[in-house]
C-alpha cells in the first residue's frame, strides 16, 4: 500500500494527518500489506513513519530521482 506524500508532509504536526496515517498503517498492518511512504523529506517525518511501523521510506529525504548510473554508484556507496 502506498502512502502519498499529502498524508506525510508534517505529519510530526498536524494531529488530524497524524491519526489517518495510524490507521492507514494498523489496517495495511492487518491486511499483512506492506506499507510505502512516498514523498518523505524531514527527518522528523522519517523517525515518525519508522516509529509508526512503516514498512518503506522513500523520497527527497534519502535522493533526487537518479540516471541508472548515478543510481549505481549511490547504492554501491551506501
Do not use: H
Amino acid at each position: 500500500m502506498k502512502i502519498d506524500r499529502y498524508f506525510i508532509s508534517n505529519v510530526d504536526k498536524i494531529e488530524s494527518k497524524e491519526s489517518i496515517l495510524k490507521s492507514i498503517i494498523q489496517l495495511a498492518n492487518t491486511l499483512k500489506v506492506d506499507i510505502v511512504a512516498e514523498g518523505v523529506e524531514t527527518n522528523e517525518e522519517v523517525n515518525w513513519l519508522k516509529q509508526n511501523n512503516c514498512d518503506v521510506i522513500q523520497g527527497y529525504f534519502f535522493s533526487r530521482p537518479l540516471p541508472i548510473e548515478d543510481l549505481k554508484v549511490f547504492l554501491l556507496a551506501q
